[in-house]
């Protein structure tokens, strides 16, 4: 696989749109790639390679610019529906024949991607091991001996062998990083939401989402820009704004555990590789900021010692009363707990789980982001093979809480230890703040300068930002100019460009005015006598920002806006003097939820 082959997406693209590479030759690479990795555990089903070809034969070069994956080969988790294959959940009894696309994998190819198979992973997705599959073990892409790393073992290994530059994996415990990290590769998870889930099999309904592997920070993002976005065919769909890559964020303020709660379980090299982490944070000039991981750590205890696991029971409960010895012995074992659940049960965790919530918000209100090791270790197949619920259960330490928590989260290479096993860590911060956490780990991903995956591929030089104009300014928007609000094409009128969904400091109160269309009032109060408010940043040029602040009709005005991180930006305030028969909606937290009540009324 040689080095000057393009292998990351970008370049792939790139090489596509210049002509020096057809999508057809991409593929064919591609299937002759798999025939010489030799490894049948990693694709559960393959598609047929004439009929990829073709695809991608049909892909016209006029609408090569305007498609972002175009003539990328991509490889699906088998527990998400690609039309043309089974899906199993790696459970030949549970296999379906979905009549179409899942919305994560339609998109995909409506941006110009080609599928060309279905991944192995741990039966059900449960497990973080990827050893759990009568489908046999892949093997993982840096040392034959370690676990591939699950539950979305097929797809990682694909990744870091240089199969393809893209694929699905799935996360609700860890699936989509500790795999990232074993495999040396990019593991995405996005917000809660973000990608639809309509045609996924689920784990655990209420805190599945898929995830996306890459070679780099870039490719990944640029999937996850793809596949983002609302879907009334899921119900656990969310519209979540992806903002733009944009420049390191200068005085980035990064959590780490208190001195004494970190657990390596006796694993010296991981313990070193994370203080030479932090190191290279700093030196990129990061602050590290303690927090205490203990409500984090207890919330990890509640995802498999309380009622999620009576939603993986639900998902195969006909299986387990009809043919439980389809099911693989491990996780038969730990689904069939879910049985013995009671609704009390249930809710005296969701309680709990309520006040650790709000723990984890205030652990937040002066970090931007939490920087962890993606799993405090790494284990050989044999090691899980003897030992397979408590290994699986060790490596999960650092990732069975994200979901719970309502966090996105991005696990990166950090280092290649001298035992020839990778080590990673992982970005965590609350929902929506994807854009920042991609943000910051591609910066700190080159600066490790290794490898991609286990090819040899050294990074290209981390491209420049296009969206990172000194000459944008940017708008605080709170209300009718919000992503999917009956405003906000004025601001697509004039080009303006997402940045990120944020909020303010506690510093404000919102109201609802009585305008036509309906709009909100931010009114700035006494430091720590409002509330924190939502709100999105877009930048606009010179010429539109004075456009768009020139159209602002009365009492509406334009001044500073302080946010949650104590960045000051412009932004839209109201007029004092107009808020007398104003509604004050100030516990709704922002103009979305107060609207998306007001709709059910």
Known sequence: MGAEQPETIAAIVAAHRAGTLTPAQTIARTYQRIRDHNDPAIFIS????????????????????????YGVPVAVKDNIDALGFPTTAACPAFSTTPTHDSTAVARLRAAGAIIIGKTNLDQFATGLVGVRSPYGIPKNSIRDDLIPGGSSSGSAVAVGAGLVPLSLGTDTAGSGRVPAMVNNIVGLKPSLGMISNAGLVPACRTLDCISVFALTVDDAALALSVMAGPDPADPFSRDRPLGALTPFQAGLRLGVPRNGQLIFFGDKKSETA?????????????RLLEFDLEPFYETARLLYEGPWVAERYLVIKDLLASAPDTI???????????????????????????????????TFANIDALVLPTAPTAYTTAQVLANPIELNSRLGTYTNFVNLLDLCGLAVPASMRADGIPFGITL???????????????????????????????????????????????????????????LNGELKALDAKLIEAT????????????????????????????????????????????????????????GAVRLADGRSVKGFLVEPEVLGDARDITAYGGWRAYMKEAATK
């Not at 393959?46 to 994956?69: G, S």
């Not at 030089?461 to 709170?478: F, M, N, Q, R, T």
């Not at 009032?521 to 408010?533: D, F, H, P, Q, T």
């Open 46 to 69: 393959l598609r047929d390679e004439k009929d990829a070809i073709a695809e991608a034969e049909r892909l016209a070069p006029k609408d090569a610019a305007n498609l972002p994956l």
């Open 274 to 286: 994370y203080a030479d982490a932090l190191k290279r944070w700093t030196a990129l000039g990061a």
């Open 328 to 362: 693989h012995p491990v996780t038969r074992e730990i689904t069939a707990a879910g049985a013995r659940l009671t609704a009390a049960d249930t809710f005296s965790a969701l309680y709990r789980l309520q006040g650790l919530r709000k723990i984890a918000e205030r």
């Open 428 to 486: 965590l911060a609350p929902a929506g703040h994807d854009a920042r956490l991609a943000s910051i780990g591609r910066v700190f991903h080159a600066d490790t300068k290794l490898s991609l995956g286990a090819n040899g591929t050294a990074p290209a030089p981390l491209p420049s930002l296009p969206a990172s104009s000194g000459d944008e300014i940017p708008i605080a928007v709170v209300g009718a100019h919000l992503s999917g609000m009956v």
């Open 503 to 558: 909020r303010t400091a506690p510093d404000y109160k919102l109201y609802a005015l009585k305008t036509t269309p309906p709009k909100p009032g931010m009114l700035r109060v006494e430091a720590g006598k409002g509330a924190s408010i939502e709100l999105e940043i877009w930048s606009l040029s010179p010429s539109a920002f004075g456009k768009f602040v020139n159209a602002i009709p009365s009492p509406m005005a334009i």
